[in-house]
């Protein structure tokens, strides 16, 4: 049996030089939350009960993040809190799991099971799509990049 002297120290909190990480990471939240909460307030859940500003802000988020890690990974990785603003904090502020989950939840608490079920699906389903859109579109950005210096 293991005693008080056997468990590990655990510090809470970023070790020294992971404040500008967060920092970057906390400052692209803000910006995006901000601005899904601008996609929100633009298109607001109608009579249809579709939640149209929710699906619009990770489908879009989704496809950005395709494109932008391929070029964050591919052509400004030397920026070492690019990934940690935009990925992590810009676009993980601006999609939302908890809002879309909450949305079916209530969707099929009132009784629109159908609709509850459509939209988790199709959610799933477009932002699979367009990831792998996003992703394409950063290579080929990465790959005429490449052909214009190789070429000059």
Request: charged share 15%.
């Amino acid at each position: 049996m293991a005693g008080p002297d056997d468990v590990p120290l655990v510090v809470l909190g970023p070790r020294a030089g992971q404040w500008r990480i967060l920092a970057a990471v906390s400052t692209g939240g803000v910006l995006g939350g901000t601005a899904r909460y601008g996609v929100e307030q633009m298109v607001p859940v109608r009579d249809d009960g579709f939640p149209w500003g929710t699906f619009a802000a990770n489908t879009v988020g989704a496809f950005a993040l395709g494109v932008l890690l391929v070029l964050i990974l591919e052509l400004w990785a030397a920026r070492h809190y690019l990934r940690p603003f935009i990925a992590v904090g810009f676009l993980g502020s601006f999609t939302t799991f908890s809002t879309w989950m909450l949305q079916v939840y209530e969707l099929a608490d009132a009784d629109r099971m159908g609709l509850a079920v459509g939209y988790l699906g199709f959610t799933v389903a477009t932002g699979l799509v367009v990831t792998g859109l996003g992703l394409l579109l950063g290579r080929a950005l990465v790959a005429r990049r490449q052909r214009r210096t190789d070429s000059g």
